[in-house]
């Protein structure tokens, strides 16, 4: 008897010992705040973050389908003072995110957040505001709230304190919630891809053959070879001067904070997919965009002058004459780079005119490469074509942005990549010489050049097909809609396919799970159906954003022993602690245990956990029996399959015998906290 109570009393240290080594409270990010005047009605809010090694917190702007973007409320806002522009953020990292299948922005370490404000009552003493943010490491993910509190008058301040406080709950009617785009873009990003555009246009008719002309030009009639040179790099620089003139006209006319808004706007990604659309028929050959030819006239008169002024004016003459091959790519380096917002417009142009003026100054410098050059010809044509299809898939993402924000599910990824599948096969039909168009020359042979584009053209449209089946297409991340939004989240031909017409046999409050599983999303509809069925329950505390969460779904749970016990010997409750729904106004409370408003379901759940388990990250799985009592120590992010399995066969086994060894939960009685009584 003494040896039975002996080994009751290890398990029980062992149990109570794991339990407090998996339950604690992460706080990772630590916050301050500060207030500058910068004149006399204006202020900025700065705040910052001071983040733990090895954690991370996602920055403001990150892309649907992803890790939750950090969030900024500030209360009241509109009424006593108006926000100037949008919450700025300090430099960031940008990776490739496997799970999420899309690069996410992040900071480590430390950030910095600066609101501007101006200020339009006098009486206004301080600002309250709050930030919803998640922050991940290698092992787990939080979500949390912090409320910030700004005094921009002291002793107005005060009197708020005194006079206003009943006012609470009216004060909170004025949020307005900024999910702010990043400000440090990736440039050299924009920049590489504009200067290979600027490449692609050297190649099309109407600037390659400009090059030996205007280059022959500058060395013949320049009194000598070094002044044939400085005149070719002086049009290479009126080049570069004229288009980002261009960036920088853009970026004045529509602001650089417009250009940002504008980029999640539906009209504004419905006008540039049709504006893309003309671009690409144009250079398919159906038509050509010039400027009215009295431009080019006056242009050439004033070339004709001679000097500096008369070389800046023949650039602006290569500029206009070349619009019809130009135009295109340079209005689609001008939708994709205002799309980013800030300077990218500037860059942008940048990159562009760098190529095209690159080669008129090396060329002078070095007239002997000139010989090297291939002939024009037919091949010219194709070039322009070859642009004309990848303009038409490009313009498929700006049509697919505009359904995504309007949650329409027409241009689902299915639908996305059959375009695609289209546009890239008959691109390579195209370039195999099967299809001919209004201005290509016959050929009786193809060349190699044109053999071997055809082929990365094919290559690429079956790389492109598994996507329907699922597949993730590392390599167009980004570009077609999220995994999530589809017909099915696992592509064509999934099992899961057939939720919509199999959900009728589900019980009451659940649906599928990851593989199948069915999973209720209620704690107490969960453990009803449990003591019903006689099983024990694994709560699992999850989230949408959650990185590790969906790594154990998607490496741990489908390993079949794994999955065979989630599928046949438990009840799976998914408690998503980043659901924003809001709860009913008769079901939000302030909780005990942080003093915070609990309004989403997101938010109870959170609380649920941090109240019953004293642990706040995820993923987070606790197995527990009828009287919501543990039957072993929860258990966080395993990676090994084994030791999950290991774990959920304890825990099971435990809840089937007669007397089974639990740990009291922590917190108070062993009811559910949300019992009305």
């Not at 990292?93 to 609101?115: H, P």
């Not at 954003?545 to 438990?570: F, T």
């Not at 009592?629 to 258990?635: F, G, H, N, T």
């Amino acid at each position: 008897m003494i040896e039975n109570l002996l080994k009751k009393s290890l398990l029980f240290i062992i149990l109570f010992t794991g339990f407090f080594t998996q339950a604690q409270i992460h706080d990772p990010v630590q916050w301050d705040t500060e207030v500058k005047q910068i004149s006399e009605d204006e202020y900025q809010l700065v705040v910052n973050a001071f983040i733990e090694d090895k954690w991370h917190l996602y920055s403001q702007d990150l892309p649907e389908g992803g890790a939750l973007p950090t969030v900024f409320i500030f209360k009241s806002a509109g009424e006593q003072f108006e926000l100037l522009g949008k919450t700025k953020e300090s430099e960031s990292i940008t990776e490739y995110d496997s799970v999420f299948e899309m690069d996410l922005t992040y900071f480590k370490n430390s950030a910095n957040f600066v609101q501007n404000i101006k200020v339009k009552d006098s009486s206004l003493g301080k600002i309250n505001a709050k930030v919803e943010y998640q922050a991940c490491d290698d092992k787990a993910c939080i979500f949390k709230t912090e409320e910030f509190e700004f005094i921009i008058n002291e002793n107005a301040a005060g009197l708020e304190d005194a006079s206003t406080l009943s006012d609470k709950s009216e004060n909170n009617k004025g949020e307005i919630a900024l999910a702010n785009p990043n400000e440090k873009r990736s440039f050299w990003g924009i920049f590489i891809v504009a200067f290979l555009s600027g490449f692609a246009a050297l190649l099309t008719p109407c600037v390659f053959p400009m090059i030996p002309m205007t280059v022959s030009f500058f060395t013949k009639q320049s009194k000598s070879r070094a002044a044939g040179i400085r005149n070719a790099i002086f049009y290479g620089i009126s080049i570069i001067v004229i288009y980002v003139l261009l960036g920088i006209l853009v970026t004045v006319i529509f602001g650089a904070d417009a250009l940002n808004a504008l980029s999640t706007n539906v009209w504004f990604n419905v006008l540039f997919f049709v504006l893309l659309v003309i671009f690409a028929i144009s250079f398919m050959g159906a038509f050509e965009i010039v400027l009215p030819s009295s431009w080019g006239t006056k242009i050439d008169s004033k070339a004709d002058k001679g000097g500096l002024i008369g070389i800046f004016f023949m650039a602006l003459a290569l500029a206009i004459v070349s619009f019809s091959c130009t135009g295109p790519i340079v209005g689609t380096l001008l939708v994709e780079a205002a799309s980013k917002g800030g300077i990218a417009p500037i860059v942008g142009m940048l990159g562009f005119s760098l190529a095209i003026a690159l080669p008129f100054a090396l060329f002078a410098a070095f007239p002997g490469w000139l010989n090297t050059l291939p002939r024009s010809g037919g091949w010219l044509n194709t070039v322009k074509v070859t642009l004309g299809f990848l303009e038409l898939a490009l313009a498929f993402k700006f049509l697919s942005n505009a359904d995504l924000v309007l949650q329409l599910h027409i241009i689902e990824r299915e639908i996305f990549l059959a375009i695609w599948i289209a546009i890239f096969g008959m691109l390579a039909l195209y370039l195999f010489g099967k299809i001919r168009l209004p201005h290509d020359s016959k050929e009786d042979h193809i060349s190699v050049g044109r053999l071997i584009t055809g082929l990365i053209a094919l290559i690429f449209t079956i790389y492109l097909i598994p996507g329907l089946w699922g597949a993730p297409l590392k390599l167009i991340s980004g570009f077609p809609p999220p995994l999530q939004y589809s017909e099915s989240p696992d592509g064509i031909g999934s099992s899961k396919s057939g939720f919509k017409a199999n959900a009728e046999g589900l019980p009451d409050g659940a649906e599928y799970g990851p593989h199948d599983i069915i999973s209720f999303h209620d704690y107490e509809v969960g453990l009803a159906y449990a003591k019903e069925k006689g099983m024990p329950v694994l709560i699992d505390f999850t989230g949408h954003a959650c990185v590790n969460c969906r790594k154990m779904e998607e490496r741990v749970w489908s390993e079949p022993q794994v999955l065979e016990a989630l599928k046949n010997d438990i009840v799976l409750v998914s408690l998503y602690v980043d659901d924003k729904r809001k709860l009913p106004e008769n079901e939000q409370y302030v909780s005990e245990t942080t003093g915070k408003e609990i309004e989403s379901i997101g938010n109870k759940w959170s609380d649920f956990q941090i109240t019953r388990y004293k642990a706040n990250a995820q993923p987070y799985y606790v197995l527990i029996d009828h009287n919501e009592e543990m039957l072993i120590a929860p258990s966080a992010y395993e990676p090994d399959a084994e030791e999950y399995y290991s774990w959920l066969k304890k825990g099971i086994e435990s809840f089937k015998n007669d007397s089974p060894t639990s740990v009291q939960s922590i917190g108070g009685d062993s009811g559910s906290i949300f019992n009305s009584d």
